[in-house]
């Protein structure tokens, strides 16, 4: 039972006592995907039968109010719950404390939830087109079962989460900070940022012009927040709603694409790897239009694109505004491990941008069949 991310056994178990888990613990894995929360399966024994557990610790430096965002995840699991869905459909619940809550502060202020334990499958990469039509459709099925739900009850957890132009600002200011003189290595990606700054922030400005509605939105789409059935491949769920805000459809789709479009990984060091893989890129569109189509509007439909590039941009300059500054916000395995990521989204955002009109015409072609 190895364990790391600065968690002691002693303090698992006792969070674990906190939610009520009995039997004897029988191990603790370090779940390492995801940048943010440190997440640990938990396994009991009781009577020689074993039980997991999903154990998460949420990083309040990125979530300065854990609260509001287990008011949100409750709200939306609710309403999802509510309405008929497919038989594959599991449900993530938070376990409550004797008290009635569902997380834990500890006596060091660190915030605990603890979850069922989903056996399945996740994909960091994937090459299997099926798997990303399902992905498409499970990030679809989620958006329009909350089309009914009032965006205006949710906490705005992050503010600002996906508002590029904003992101940008911040960026140009480190860039100008330059606190640890790492900016001379990055002239090219500074230079490309400043170039593509404007298309990036057509999005928000068609937002904010009315030209495209608020709905309630993942705002992380990452292809590893689906879980998948180990036997028939069917998508079981859609995780991690920690980011789950009032947002753009686009955001959703382009994020998703950003990461399932990918021929490489989203740290791949060798750049001749990464690329927009077309094929992916229909896949998933296919599930997502067919989930979505019946509402959403022609604006919508047409921004697809852009949400693809404007995600991938925006994430490259997140990458490298972290690096800029310290690599305080994202984990990194290494150092220099936020310059690798942002290079690789930066080469993705071009590739993306040099296809831009094949994806503007496999959307079109897909809506049709999708409408007739
Ligand atoms: C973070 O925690 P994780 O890995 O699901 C980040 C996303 C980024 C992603 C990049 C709250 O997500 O916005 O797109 O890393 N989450 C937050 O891999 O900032
Ligand atoms: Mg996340």
Same mark, same amino acid.
């Given at each position: 039972?190895?364990?790391?991310?600065?968690?002691?056994?002693? $303090?698992?178990?006792?969070?674990?006592?906190?939610?009520?888990?009995?039997?004897?613990?029988?191990?603790?894995?370090?779940?390492?995907?995801? !940048?943010?929360?440190?997440?640990?399966?938990? #396994?009991?024994?009781?009577?020689?039968?074993?039980?997991?557990?999903?154990?998460?610790?949420?990083?309040?430096?990125?979530?300065?109010?854990?609260?509001?965002?287990?008011?949100?995840?409750?709200?939306?699991?609710?309403?999802? $719950?509510?309405?008929?869905?497919?038989?594959?459909?599991?449900?993530? !619940?938070?376990?409550?404390?004797?008290?009635?809550?569902?997380?834990?502060?500890?006596?060091?202020?660190?915030?605990?939830?603890?979850?069922?334990?989903?056996?399945?499958?996740?994909?960091?990469?994937?090459?299997?087109?099926?798997?990303?039509?399902?992905?498409?459709?499970?990030?679809?099925?989620?958006?329009?079962?909350?089309?009914?739900?009032?965006?205006?009850?949710?906490?705005?957890?992050?503010?600002?989460?996906?508002?590029?132009?904003? $992101?940008?600002?911040?960026?140009?200011?480190?860039?100008?900070?330059?606190?640890?003189?790492?900016?001379?290595?990055?002239?090219?990606?500074?230079?490309?940022?400043?170039?593509?700054?404007?298309?990036?922030?057509?999005?928000?400005?068609?937002?904010?012009?009315?030209?495209?509605? *608020? $709905?309630?939105?993942?705002?992380?789409?990452?292809?590893?927040?689906?879980?998948?059935?180990?036997?028939?491949?069917?998508?079981?769920?859609?995780?991690?709603?920690? #980011?789950?805000?009032?947002?753009?459809?686009?955001?959703?789709?382009?994020?998703?694409?950003?990461?399932?479009?990918?021929?490489?990984?989203?740290?791949?060091?060798?750049?001749?790897?990464?690329?927009?893989?077309?094929?992916?890129?229909?896949?998933?569109?296919?599930?997502?239009?067919?989930?979505?189509?019946?509402?959403?509007?022609?604006?919508?439909?047409?921004?697809?694109?852009?949400?693809?590039? #404007?995600?991938?941009?925006?994430?490259?300059?997140?990458?490298?505004?972290?690096? *800029?500054?310290?690599?305080?916000?994202?984990?990194?395995?290494?150092?220099?491990?936020?310059?690798?990521?942002?290079?690789?989204?930066?080469?993705?955002?071009?590739?993306?941008?040099?296809?831009?009109?094949?994806?503007?015409?496999?959307?079109?072609?897909?809506?049709?069949?999708?409408?007739?």
């Amino acid at each position: 039972m190895s364990i790391s991310f600065n968690a002691s056994k002693e $303090r698992i178990e006792q969070v674990c006592r906190e939610f009520r888990i009995s039997g004897e613990l029988a191990d603790i894995t370090v779940i390492t995907q995801g !940048h943010i929360n440190t997440t640990f399966r938990v #396994t009991f024994e009781n009577d020689s039968q074993q039980k997991s557990y999903l154990l998460q610790r949420v990083n309040t430096y990125v979530f300065k109010e854990p609260l509001q965002i287990m008011s949100n995840i409750n709200a939306v699991t609710n309403h999802i $719950r509510s309405k008929p869905t497919n038989q594959n459909r599991v449900n993530v !619940h938070f376990h409550h404390r004797e008290n009635g809550d569902n997380y834990f502060y500890d006596e060091d202020g660190e915030f605990w939830r603890l979850s069922n334990y989903i056996d399945s499958l996740s994909f960091d990469l994937c090459n299997d087109l099926n798997i990303l039509r399902g992905a498409g459709y499970a990030f679809g099925e989620f958006q329009s079962a909350l089309v009914d739900f009032d965006v205006s009850t949710l906490h705005d957890t992050i503010p600002n989460f996906h508002n590029t132009p904003k $992101r940008l600002e911040k960026f140009f200011a480190s860039v100008k900070a330059d606190e640890y003189g790492r900016a001379c290595q990055v002239r090219e990606e500074i230079e490309f940022t400043e170039k593509y700054a404007d298309i990036a922030s057509q999005l928000m400005a068609m937002k904010d012009a009315g030209e495209l509605p *608020l $709905r309630v939105t993942h705002n992380d789409t990452k292809s590893n927040n689906v879980l998948f059935d180990r036997e028939t491949g069917a998508p079981l769920t859609v995780i991690d709603l920690d #980011t789950v805000m009032p947002g753009l459809v686009a955001f959703d789709f382009g994020d998703a694409i950003r990461s399932a479009g990918n021929t490489a990984a989203e740290d791949e060091a060798d750049l001749s790897l990464v690329s927009l893989d077309l094929k992916k890129f229909t896949a998933f569109a296919e599930g997502f239009i067919q989930a979505t189509a019946g509402y959403l509007t022609e604006n919508e439909l047409e921004t697809l694109p852009l949400g693809a590039f #404007t995600l991938t941009f925006e994430q490259a300059v997140r990458f490298l505004d972290d690096y *800029l500054t310290g690599d305080k916000y994202f984990r990194t395995e290494y150092p220099g491990h936020n310059l690798v990521r942002a290079k690789c989204q930066y080469v993705l955002a071009k590739d993306i941008l040099d296809k831009f009109e094949d994806m503007q015409n496999i959307i079109k072609k897909i809506t049709k069949d999708v409408l007739k």
